[in-house]
């Protein structure tokens, strides 16, 4: 099982970037996944999560109306597309599957929001 976290980096305040978790090894159309970010010193918090089936999404509030998760079950990927970044957003972001007991996590991706 792999979750290969992607495309994160140094943006301006304001700029956008768009993550890519690349899933191989389960059957990624039957799993949840959420987007996580932990930000020095805190606690590992959920940003978004996206449904199985229906492609349901729910956002923190933090990040409702800049953020935007997806899914190709297709490609075996999730994405999170950022808008409007702000400097509170600098986390290591990580990809999340889970289908009731069954857990699995990526290594993470650095973003940085800084002018």
């Known amino acids: 099982v792999q979750l290969v976290e992607s495309g994160g980096g140094l943006v301006q305040p304001g700029g956008s970037l768009r993550l890519s978790c690349a899933a191989s090894?389960?059957?990624?159309?039957?799993?949840?996944m959420k987007w996580y970010r932990q930000a020095p010193g805190k606690e590992r918090e959920l940003v978004a999560v996206?449904?199985?089936?229906?492609?349901?999404?729910d956002y923190a509030d933090s990040v409702k109306g800049r953020f935007t998760i997806s899914r190709d079950n297709a490609k075996n990927t999730v994405y999170l597309q950022m808008n409007s970044l702000k400097p509170e957003d600098t986390a290591v972001y990580y990809c999340?599957?889970?289908?009731?007991?069954?857990?699995?996590w990526g290594q993470g991706t650095q973003v940085t929001v800084s002018s």
């Open positions: 999340n599957a889970r289908r009731r007991g069954d857990v699995y």
């Open positions: 090894g389960f059957t990624f159309s039957g799993y949840v």
């Open positions: 996206i449904s199985s089936i229906y492609g349901t999404t």
